[in-house]
Structures are given as C-alpha cells and as structure tokens.
C-alpha cells in the first residue's frame, strides 16, 4: 500500500499563489507518476498536473502557464506551485500515485485538500 498525504491548501485571493505538497510512504517502490487532480462541487474529478519519474509533466490546459508540478524523488514527494489563482480553480485537490506493471495500473489517492480562491 501506498500513503500519501497532502498539505498547503488554504483560502487565497484572486491573483495569488498557494503551494501543495505530497508526500508518500509506505511501499513506493515502482511509483511512475504523481500527480494533482480536483474536483470542485457538482462537478467530476478531472486532471490538474501529473509528473513521472523520469520527469516528463503533463497539465490540464486551464492551468498551463500558473502551475508548476515537481517531484523530489528522494523525498517521495510531489508539489504543486500554484500561481495566479482564479475563483475556479477552488476545489478539494486530491495527490495521486500511480504504479505501472506489465499487467496493471493501480492507483492511489490522498485524502484531499481543500483550495478556496476568493475576495
């Protein structure tokens, strides 16, 4: 099993910046990607930012250009720098681990964090 465990959320204003972190523990061996997913009320989960191992990143298009992903392998942990936040990027934010093998893909989720962008 693999945990992984979220901080940084917060209420920010418009226009500002928040960093997210993740850290996972547990067994990490095989980890291929990390990355960020949110889901805001009354909508579905989607895609924010994902980061393999061998550092290639991927991000959704209504965040290119404001969020920046990276990965400290020898810490385990993901980050999510956050900038020039807009009102609808408020969501729970959800860290998520993925491990690949020749036969299966599994993932892992965090408990989520809470963004609120707001005057």
């Known amino acids: 099993q693999v945990q992984l465990v979220e901080s940084g959320g917060g209420l920010v204003q418009p226009g500002g910046s928040l960093r997210l972190s993740c850290a996972a523990s547990?067994?990490?061996?095989?980890?291929?990607?990390m990355g960020w997913y949110r889901q805001a009320p009354g909508k579905q989960r989607e895609l924010v930012a994902t980061a393999t191992s061998g550092g290639i990143s991927n991000y959704a298009d209504s965040v290119k250009g404001r969020f920046t992903i990276s990965r400290d392998n020898a810490k385990n942990t993901a980050y999510l720098q956050m900038n020039s936040l807009k009102d609808e990027d408020t969501a729970v934010y959800y860290c998520?681990?993925?491990?690949?093998?020749?036969?299966?893909?599994?993932?892992?989720w965090g408990q989520g964090t809470q963004v609120t962008v707001s005057s």
């Open positions: 998520n681990a993925q491990r690949r093998t020749i036969l299966t893909t599994t993932n892992y």
């Open positions: 547990g067994s990490i061996a095989g980890i291929y990607a």
